[in-house]
């Protein structure tokens, strides 16, 4: 009656269409069975029941799947560096000149990085500079005439003056022009910092690194080389350290490559050696701007013999760089020194005396700046006088009452 072509729900047998549904369902299963049991016998099924389940397993995975490859073969990359002539490392006279393209390398690389670096500096401080002289404020006064349309059908009797005083933005366009060129320059320049370095950094490094490790492997393997390895060892130690200014200094990853190796060097070749620790703090005293550098290697307590020598050498400088010695004083371990040496009365007393010059260089109320040394001579000054008391009981009291006297 209203033309309506939609299927009306409520009048549909729902239980007639699922008897329906499973009568298709079981023919379609009849069917089905019946096609896959004539294939079966047409395709040789006496050989179907002789294999295992394993069989057939394996058998439907190499018709499903194409056979395993074997593993690509390895190739391994050539050495991208020049190898190392160990005899060239053993002899002291041959160790630079096989390293030296090497090291210049690097020394150079930090040269260029230091001066990219202050050039990035420098453009970033005249940009700072330029960028408030850019534009600027010109006072002006403009009179203008405003005209009356009267109120009320009353003419006025003339247009309004008007006088403007404000301050107008003018641009300095000689400046503009210098902004600009410095920010291309800028970026001219941060273009060729993120390039990277290329191969030739890395592989002077590396190869300055393999004849470190060439020469700790020779020493601790006891050639019959040793000697010359120490020798060769220590004299390219030195090198390395005398290389150290301030370019290097500057570049990040040249100050902790040089910081690297000269480690390395020191912790293997002469911290463990008594004999060269001397040399360390002479070289140290000689070159102070070296010291933090080589501080950490310097053990005086590897050196017993000369251990109240290298004492009195601080001691006698210590007024000059009061920060230096008492970095270096404090890496004296005089306790242990005492209980591991027991040294003899007169090297005691030696000690002593030489404690109780510093103390009377300090005064009665030492400066700020010599507070931490005054501290650390007193400090070594108990620790003697408390060792097998009272031994040096009389010293003690002698040198406080002589030097207090003169004060």
């Known amino acids: 009656m209203t033309k309506n072509a939609a299927v009306w ?25 019946l096609q896959s049991s004539q294939g079966h016998s047409t395709s040789g099924s006496s050989t179907f029941g002789n294999e295992t389940p394993e069989s057939r397993i394996l058998s439907r995975v190499r018709r499903s799947f194409s ?39 690097l020394v150079n690389f930090a040269i260029g990085s230091r001066d990219q670096i202050a050039t990035c500096a420098a453009l970033d401080l005249e940009y700072l500079e330029a960028l408030p002289q850019m534009y600027f404020n010109l006072r002006r006064t403009v009179e203008e005439l405003v005209a009356c349309p009267g109120v009320r059908n009353q003419a006025c009797s ?100 040089f910081s690297h190796c000269i480690d390395a060097l020191g912790n293997e070749f002469i911290a463990p050696f008594p004999e060269k620790t001397r040399t360390l703090l002479y070289h140290m005293l000689e070159h102070r701007r070296l010291a933090p550098l080589l501080a950490p ?13 290298m004492y009195q ?34 090297d005691r007393q030696n000690f002593v005396a030489i404690v109780g010059q510093s103390l009377a260089a300090c005064g009665l109320a030492p400066p700020t700046n010599l507070g931490p040394v005054f501290e650390i001579f007193r400090s070594h000054l108990r620790l003697l006088f408390r060792h097998q008391f009272p031994s040096l009981y009389d010293n003690v009291i002698q040198l406080l009452l002589n030097h207090t006297g003169k004060q």
């Open 9 to 33: 729900m409520d009048v549909i047998d729902w239980s007639q269409v699922d008897i329906e549904l499973e009568k298709e369902n079981r023919d379609w299963m009849k069917a089905t069975k």
């Open 297 to 309: 290697i310097f053990s005086p307590n590897a050196n017993p013999d000369d251990f109240v020598a």
């Open 67 to 105: 056979e395993s490859q074997p593993p690509p073969p390895v190739h391994f990359p050539k050495r991208q560096y020049r190898p190392i002539d160990f005899s060239l490392l053993s002899d002291k006279l041959t160790i630079l000149p096989a390293l030296q393209d090497d090291i210049a390398t």
């Open 313 to 346: 050498k601080i001691a006698g400088t210590f007024l000059e760089d009061p920060d230096l010695s008492f970095s270096l004083l404090s890496k004296f371990d005089v306790q242990s020194w005492l209980k591991a040496n027991c040294p003899t009365l007169s």
């Open 158 to 257: 003339g247009p309004a003056h008007v006088v403007l005083n404000f301050a107008e933005k003018r641009a300095r366009h000689h400046v503009i022009e210098r902004v600009d060129k410095n920010r291309e320059q800028y970026i001219n320049l941060v273009k060729i910092l993120e390039r990277g370095v290329g191969d030739v950094i890395p592989i002077s490094a590396v190869r300055v690194e393999t004849a470190i490790t060439l020469l700790a492997r020779a020493v601790a393997t006891k050639t019959k080389h040793r000697e010359s390895v120490l020798e060769s060892a220590s004299f390219l130690f030195y090198h390395l350290v005398s290389l150290v200014n301030d370019s290097i200094r500057a570049s990040p990853s040249m100050r902790q490559f």
